[in-house]
Structures are given as C-alpha cells and as structure tokens.
C-alpha cells in the first residue's frame, strides 16, 4: 500500500491504474478463506489473474511505457 500511496502524491489520483491496484489490494486484504472457497477458489484465481493483466497494460499506458 505504501506503493500506490507514493504514486498517488506523486501523479494526482486520477490514473486508472492507481484505481486497479487499489481494488486488487482491497480485494486480496479483505477477503477471507471462506468467501473465496464459498464464490470458488478457481473463480478467484481466474479474477486475479485478469485483474493482474489488466493492471499491467493500464500501467504500461499511464506510465508511458512504450
């Protein structure tokens, strides 16, 4: 967290990407072993997996990665 708190003083709270890492971050603090087996553990990965994905390219864009 103290990664997407640093970015976020240093770029404003207005990229897209800040916004995905910090659902991820409070999806994966907040949730707990019986909500993930209850929605399903394969569900979960597979959600994490886009997520990640997804935070990566949006990274690479806000950030001018090429």
């Given amino acids: 967290m ?3 708190t640093f970015l976020t003083k240093l770029t404003g709270s207005g990229l897209a990407s800040l916004a ?4 991820i971050h409070t999806t994966l603090t907040t949730a707990t072993m ?6 399903g553990l ?3 990965l597979n959600d994490f997996l886009t997520r990640n994905a997804t935070l990566a390219t949006t990274t690479a864009i806000d950030f001018n990665f090429g």
């Fill in 42 to 44: 394969h569900e979960f």
């Fill in 34 to 39: 019986e909500t993930i087996f209850t929605a």
């Fill in 20 to 23: 995905i890492a910090n659902a």
């Fill in 2 to 4: 103290e990664v997407l």
